[in-house]
């Protein structure tokens, strides 16, 4: 039950888009289509951006979304906005019927 | 609205049991599998353990496993945790999660409770 591998640190201007990577393996990331995406502001309890690898919440803003590739996933975050300063984690299920998250991944607006 | 509220962390000495409760309202909360998550000072999320809709069928992270025990109450509509041997790596903010339907991802999150387990 390794932790989903993701960049410690990602940083973009205001209006730029950047890309976060979650990497697993085929026991989680690549067995299956259950990877989302959650943001956590400081203080408080993370928030559900992307399920199923690629759908949005509904109400949730279009500048979020969502791919994969193999055992990799990614968010990307377009039209950066200071509000989205905050930490990022990836889940996935697992073949063990158990959950993973990502080492998580904190974005930065410069 | 769904709400998802946590009780039962404190300050808890090595060795020691705590037992975590997460109330829920504003759902039908016996029709959905139901997380423990807990993310340690600083630190990332750590998924603990996921229970069925009906507490049939329980699944646990290795790190917890023959210590940590989840479980409900649906006519209650509470969720728990109970947690045995407590080590000081177990302090973290623990929360509850639903989880959507069986679509293996969490849609609503309680504001966490945090255990402190120090000597």
């Known amino acids: 039950q390794s932790a989903l591998t993701q960049p ?3 940083s973009g201007s205001p209006g730029q888009s950047i890309t976060i990577s979650c990497t697993g393996t085929s026991s989680d990331v690549g067995g299956y289509d259950y990877v989302s995406w959650y943001q956590q502001h400081p203080g408080k309890a993370p928030k559900l951006l992307i399920y199923d690898v690629s759908n949005r919440p509904s109400g949730l803003s279009d500048r979020f979304s969502g791919s994969k590739s193999g055992n990799t996933a990614s968010l990307t975050i377009s ?9 990022y984690y990836c889940s996935s299920y697992t073949s063990t019927s158990t959950r993973v998250f990502g080492t998580g991944t904190k974005v930065t607006v410069l | 609205q769904v ?4 009780s039962g962390g404190g300050v808890v000495q090595p060795g020691r049991s705590l037992r975590l409760s997460c109330v829920a309202s504003g759902f039908t909360f016996s029709h959905y599998a139901m997380h423990w ?3 340690a000072p600083g630190k990332g999320l750590e998924w603990m353990a996921v229970i069925s809709y009906d507490g049939s069928k ?38 509850c ?23």
């Open chain 2, 37 to 39: 998550v807990r993310q």
């Open chain 1, 8 to 10: 410690a640190s990602v």
């Open chain 2, 58 to 95: 329980k699944y646990y992270a290795d790190s917890v496993k023959g210590r940590f025990t989840i479980s409900r109450d649906n006519s209650e509509n509470t969720l728990y945790l109970q947690m045995d041997s407590l080590r000081t790596e177990d302090t973290a903010v623990y929360y």
């Open chain 1, 79 to 87: 039209g950066l906005q200071a509000e989205d300063e905050a930490d």
């Open chain 2, 3 to 6: 709400l998802l509220v946590e």
């Open chain 2, 97 to 119: 999660a639903r989880e959507y339907y069986g679509r293996e991802y969490f849609d609503y999150w309680g504001q966490g409770s945090l255990v402190t387990v120090s000597s």
